[in-house]
């Protein structure tokens, strides 16, 4: 592999951990590479230019330079605030962060995702579009990595899917008109899939649903893994959850 030198690139930091004495071990996101990993030397260190720049939620104007799979930082700065998540918000952040690393393969950039990223942490910063920001961002997610929904027509018909009607939508087929007998897949309302293809605002019943439907597609692709930021999540907040559930809120969870 030929040497790689970069400079001026958007990006985010997605996870760090110590390395060595005094570095750290990045995995980072940016717009016109994709995951990038990296070490970021004597970042640790008092007097180190990265002190305090390479934290989550904060664009970051990033620069790297070797031959392997790990690269080495050269450049971090600010490239504007950052999103000061909180609560929840700050947990969902993880979770997107998670599903980064778990689903996107390092070097390959999807700059659609990337922008709607973005867009998706600022959205976190308000508890009330928290739902529909991270079922969007799911939605998006799955179709850059090759496993977008069929949300425009009954496949048994070829007819549009019609807000009224029930269906049954079975993940990498699509969804079906639910029959009495057929408990295949997971139930769905036309009203669900149409909005969640328009990406317009979600009733309460279509948040359940496609919850339920993502969940379930995530659950096949991830084989067996785990996502520690659910665990966490529900670890935290299953009490006070299931409070607001009694009294019919809506929960920004998650998957």
Same mark, same amino acid.
Request: glycine letters at 10%; a positive charge; aromatic letters at 10%.
């Given at each position: 592999?030929?040497?790689?030198?970069?400079?001026?690139?958007?990006?985010?930091?997605?996870?760090?951990?110590?390395?060595?004495?005094?570095?750290?071990?990045?995995?980072?996101?940016?717009?016109?590479?994709?995951?990038?990993?990296?070490?970021?030397?004597?970042?640790?260190?008092?007097?180190?230019?990265?002190?305090?720049?390479?934290?989550?939620?904060?664009?970051?104007?990033? $620069?790297?330079?070797? %031959?392997?799979?790990? %690269?080495?930082?050269?450049?971090?700065?600010?490239?504007?605030?950052?999103?000061?998540?909180?609560?929840?918000?700050?947990?969902?952040?993880?979770?997107? /962060?998670?599903?980064?690393?778990?689903?996107?393969?390092?070097?390959?950039?999807?700059?659609?995702?990337?922008?709607?990223?973005?867009?998706?942490?600022?959205?976190?910063? /308000?508890?009330?579009?928290?739902?529909?920001?991270?079922?969007?961002?799911?939605?998006?997610?799955?179709?850059?990595?090759?496993?977008?929904?069929?949300?425009?027509?009954?496949?048994?018909?070829?007819?549009?899917?019609?807000?009224?009607?029930?269906?049954?939508? &079975?993940? $990498?087929?699509?969804?079906?008109?639910? &029959?009495?007998?057929?408990?295949?897949?997971?139930?769905?309302? $036309?009203?669900?899939?149409?909005?969640?293809?328009?990406?317009?605002?979600?009733?309460?019943?279509? &948040?359940?649903?496609?919850?339920?439907?993502?969940?379930?597609?995530?659950? /096949?692709?991830?084989? $067996?893994?785990?996502?520690?930021?659910?665990?966490?999540?529900?670890?935290?907040?299953?009490?006070?959850?299931?409070? %607001?559930?009694?009294?019919?809120?809506?929960?920004?969870?998650? /998957?």
């Amino acid at each position: 592999m030929s040497q790689v030198r970069v400079k001026g690139e958007p990006g985010f930091v997605l996870h760090w951990r110590p390395y060595s004495e005094s570095s750290l071990l990045l995995e980072l996101y940016s717009r016109s590479y994709g995951r990038i990993t990296a070490i970021a030397k004597g970042a640790r260190g008092k007097k180190s230019p990265y002190r305090g720049t390479l934290r989550p939620f904060a664009l970051i104007t990033l $620069g790297w330079s070797g %031959k392997g799979e790990v %690269k080495t930082l050269t450049q971090g700065e600010w490239a504007g605030p950052g999103a000061a998540l909180a609560g929840s918000g700050l947990f969902c952040g993880f979770y997107l /962060n998670e599903l980064l690393i778990k689903f996107l393969h390092r070097y390959d950039p999807h700059e659609r995702l990337f922008d709607r990223y973005w867009q998706c942490i600022h959205e976190l910063l /308000n508890e009330g579009d928290q739902e529909c920001a991270l079922r969007y961002f799911e939605k998006v997610l799955l179709e850059e990595i090759g496993y977008g929904l069929q949300l425009e027509h009954d496949q048994t018909s070829g007819e549009k899917i019609l807000p009224t009607s029930r269906y049954r939508y &079975q993940p $990498g087929v699509g969804a079906f008109v639910e &029959q009495t007998d057929d408990q295949s897949g997971i139930g769905i309302h $036309g009203e669900s899939l149409i909005s969640l293809r328009a990406e317009s605002p979600l009733s309460q019943r279509s &948040q359940r649903e496609v919850k339920q439907l993502h969940r379930a597609i995530f659950h /096949n692709l991830l084989e $067996g893994r785990t996502l520690v930021s659910r665990s966490v999540y529900s670890q935290l907040y299953t009490s006070d959850s299931a409070a %607001k559930s009694k009294s019919g809120a809506p929960q920004p969870t998650p /998957n």
